[in-house]
Every structure is written in structure tokens, then in C-alpha cells.
């Protein structure tokens, strides 16, 4: 008599890949819904003046907020004054000519917004420009 013969499986080697296309359908659904939530911004309402745009060559510009309480956020987070000239410092030591601009509330006291360009002069910031309201002619 013969022994008895064990037959192996034949290895499968094809990969389904249907529940992966399934994980990223439900991530980029997850991804769409949220991505307009994380968009977020400071209140603030900008004096009206006649003035015509700055032309920046650089797109990576630097934007410091003063709000109505007198808070400083740097591109639209919040920071503590030491901590924004310890940021603009390093972004001046690695691009010195990043243009930074100041973007202060109508009701902040003027000498706020002094304090945050002064500031940012110790910094390193070869020059600050200040964002304001255009006046809409009818």
C-alpha cells in the first residue's frame, strides 16, 4: 500500500484589495467634511483707508494679529509676546527678506500695536507693513 500523500494547498496570491478602497473612501469622505471645519480666523475690524495693495513677491508672509482685547496671534494663532519674537526671530535668521504684516483691530489702542511692531523690529524684521480696510467707492 501506498502512504498516504499530503496535499498542500495551492498558495493564493492575489490580494483582494476591495476592503482597501472601501478604507479610502471612508477616509476621504472623513477628510472632506473636516477639512472646511480646521479654517479658522481672527475677528478683527481693520481701519478703512485709501491705500493700493503691496505687491509681495514671496508668498510665505507672515501676519501678525492685534484683536480688540490686544492680543497677538501669529497667521491667525494665538501667542504670548515672548514667543512671537522668539518665532519671527527664527524665520528672519533662515528668510530675512519673509515680508511680516501687522493686522490690527480699529478699537485696539494705537500704542498696541506699537508694543507688536517694535517687536518685532527686535526680532529682526527688516520692515512691517500694516494691513487695513479698503474704502469701497459707490
Known amino acids: ?11 493564493m496570491s492575489e490580494i483582494n484589495v476591495v476592503p ?4 479610502m473612501l471612508v477616509l476621504l469622505v472623513i ?7 480646521l479654517s479658522q480666523g481672527v475677528k ?11 505687491s509681495s513677491k514671496d508668498s510665505e508672509t507672515l501676519v501678525v494679529t492685534v484683536d480688540k482685547k490686544g492680543q497677538y496671534y501669529l497667521d491667525d494663532r494665538k501667542i504670548k509676546p515672548a514667543a512671537l519674537r522668539k518665532k519671527v526671530a527664527g524665520v ?5 527678506q519673509t515680508p511680516i504684516l501687522v493686522r490690527g483691530d480699529r478699537r485696539v489702542p494705537y ?9 518685532l523690529k527686535a526680532a529682526g524684521a527688516p520692515s512691517v507693513g500694516l494691513i487695513t480696510q479698503p474704502i469701497l467707492k459707490n
Not at 500500500?1 to 498558495?11: A, H, I, N, Q, S
Not at 482597501?20 to 478604507?23: G, P, S
Not at 528672519?92 to 530675512?96: K, S
Request: aromatic share 6%.
Open 92 to 96: 528672519m535668521r533662515l528668510r530675512p
Open 44 to 54: 478683527v475690524e481693520l481701519p478703512e483707508t485709501v491705500a493700493s495693495p503691496v
Open 20 to 23: 482597501y478602497i472601501d478604507v
Open 111 to 119: 500704542g498696541k500695536v506699537v508694543e507688536v511692531m517694535a517687536l
Open 1 to 11: 500500500m501506498e502512504p498516504y500523500r499530503v496535499r498542500r494547498k495551492k498558495l
Open 31 to 37: 477628510f472632506m467634511i473636516t477639512a472646511p471645519l
